[in-house]
């Protein structure tokens, strides 16, 4: 994991005010034991008010290899500070409880604990971009994972170089137990969700890689995760 140093005094609703992308990844486990009987990935696009709310613009749901995506929550999630604890702060979601820990504003560590036996982690990071076009993000970029919870799992790393036109060409590398594939060709597609325009929310397809769903956070860093993969993991495409 990683630990980083908290940038505040104290913590309010105005430490998530303006836009944001939460992601994260998890895995589900059944009543019968501790191992875990399907994974899921998460990418929230959405914003803050300032004072303590949060309102979802849009959603990619990669659960056990099921995909679906939600324009909005249709309404505002109010955040709960913990007055005992500067800058731990929950929400409730369908399935249980997620914490947030900021350590600055609009910058938090993710952790959810589900009713129906889920956990999940991963982060949430302020949207610093506002252009989204494919001139804004052509580039070079290096590919890192956060895979899916569980030891066992592959990875991978890797370039992409992103053009002007919205393609995607590039390599990347995965290891895993007992399995190394070096340079492995990619070439791809992406279009953005004009489902929900302005989001900063963008689709993969017509490629070597399998379909993906991403949302763009800074000019020099994007989150995707697979529609596909029923044990998916969420790419970090960084330069």
Not at 17 to 46: C, D, K, M, Q, W
Not at 83 to 106: K, Q, V, W
Not at 130 to 146: H, I, P, Q, R, V
Request: hydrophobic share 30%; aromatic share 10%; proline share 3%.
């Amino acid at each position: 994991g990683n630990m980083c140093t908290q940038q505040q005094p104290s913590y309010s609703g105005a430490s998530v005010n303006g836009p944001f992308v939460l992601y994260t990844r998890g895995a589900e486990f059944n009543s019968s034991g501790s191992t875990p009987s399907g994974y899921y990935s998460h990418i929230f696009e959405g914003a803050g008010d300032g004072a303590g709310n949060m309102a979802i613009n849009q959603s990619y749901t990669n659960d056990a290899g099921v995909y679906s995506a939600s324009q909005s929550n249709g309404g505002l999630t109010a955040l709960t500070f913990d007055s005992a604890h500067p800058g731990r702060a929950t929400f409730a979601s369908s399935s249980g409880t997620t914490y947030l820990y900021l350590f600055n504003t609009g910058s938090a560590f993710e952790m959810s604990v589900g009713d129906n036996g889920s956990l999940d982690s991963g982060w949430l990071k302020s949207q610093t971009q506002t252009s989204f076009t494919y001139a804004a993000l052509a580039g070079n970029y290096l590919l890192g994972e956060m895979p899916r919870l569980s030891g066992v799992s592959s990875g991978s790393v890797g370039e992409y170089s992103l053009t002007g036109s919205g393609s995607i060409n590039g390599a990347i590398t995965t290891s895993g137990r007992k399995t190394l594939s070096w340079d492995q060709a990619m070439s791809m597609t992406y279009t953005w969700d004009t489902t929900s325009t302005g989001t900063g929310t963008f689709l993969v397809a017509n490629g070597s890689q399998i379909p993906a769903s991403c949302a763009v956070i800074s000019a020099t860093k994007i989150v995707c995760t697979s529609q596909t993969d029923p044990a998916p993991s969420i790419e970090v495409i960084e330069q």
